[in-house]
């Protein structure tokens, strides 16, 4: 709960870096920079040898990780919980798309009276991939706008809902968006094959946030040989109350994509997030699911069907991801770094995560030189420490 942090580079979200020390008191940030010692007497030191400090990472789009998927039973959300911090997750919004209608609201009641009870990773709420979506992606719902079974929803999660995921081309979306926006639910944009118009009047009634962005957003139909249509893409990137996130694996958007989402929107309005699944993080082979049949998971690509080789969703953890990012852009490294702390926490309006300053949450990660989690703390508590050797 209490502990000092000496001797790190301190980085403040798309701010800075900076040499100094960060003291935590009961879970959260009371002190960062010169901290005086006679404030922190009897507080455990740890010695950060000069290494980056950050706020821990935020993944507002993950399915599992690991063996764990978080739409099958209540043990996988403490199974991806143990490995989480080891990836520098601080937080994640465990991300459903095949259990949001009637038959499973008894589910999600039981999983959103799970999420409370995590302790090594913040889990404030869903994001529910679904199931008013246009284009049915890997498995996902696509149902008309339906505000009744919405409510029936949110209710069935306790209200544990940040984000949802919809599409500007679903019959009947308008209404879904502006109550999520009532509810002060992030309203995000994918599974899409909107035309330019369909996506500004989402974004009208309020869709502020474009989810996998690329990744099941196909190209529009010439209907004009030789001109260049243009669709719900270019609706978001000329749009500037919209921001974007990626799957930064290299598989699921090219990083052109990502360097052109960055000149239209600037580092405050790109994210990087991982939508992993069974399979993240671990070694390369072959794992089972229960989805009748098992992926292949290899370095630096997607978790593929073994037989098929077709892509069978993302094997990214938030720590790769950052590294990729840093290969890809060419921008001071403090804006890297929001990308999956402080822009995150801002899509989700969780204003005490993503920051390292006084009042903030003391979700922290210490990082080796090759950019493996060395020390991480969520409220202030150690929740995963390297060991030695
Ligand atoms: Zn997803």
Redesign the pocket.
Known sequence: MNVLIHNARIVKPGAGISNGSVLVRDGHIVAVGEVDTATSDEVPVVDGGGRLLTPGLIDL?T?GVDTALYERSEEDYFAAARVLPKFGNTCVLP?L?RVMNRPSLKLLERFADTLPKVKEVSMPGFHL?GPFLALP??G?DTIPGDVVLLEELIAACRGRVLAM?ISPDTKNIIPVIERLVAHKITPLMTHTAATAEQTQAAIDAGASHA??FYDVFPAPEVTEPGVRPVGTVEAILADPRVTVDFVCDGVHASPFAIRAALAAKGWQGVVLIT?SNIGAGLLPGVYDTPWGFKVRVRDGDGARHDEKNTLAGSALTMDRGIVNLFNWLKIPPEQVWAMGTLNPARVLGLERKGRIAPGADADLVLWNEDLTAAHTWVNGISVYEKSAG
Do not use: F, L
Request: glycine share 8%; aromatic share 8%; charged share 15%.
């Open positions: 789009h399915h991300t798309y991939e992606g890997a996902a995921s989810t996998h939508d």
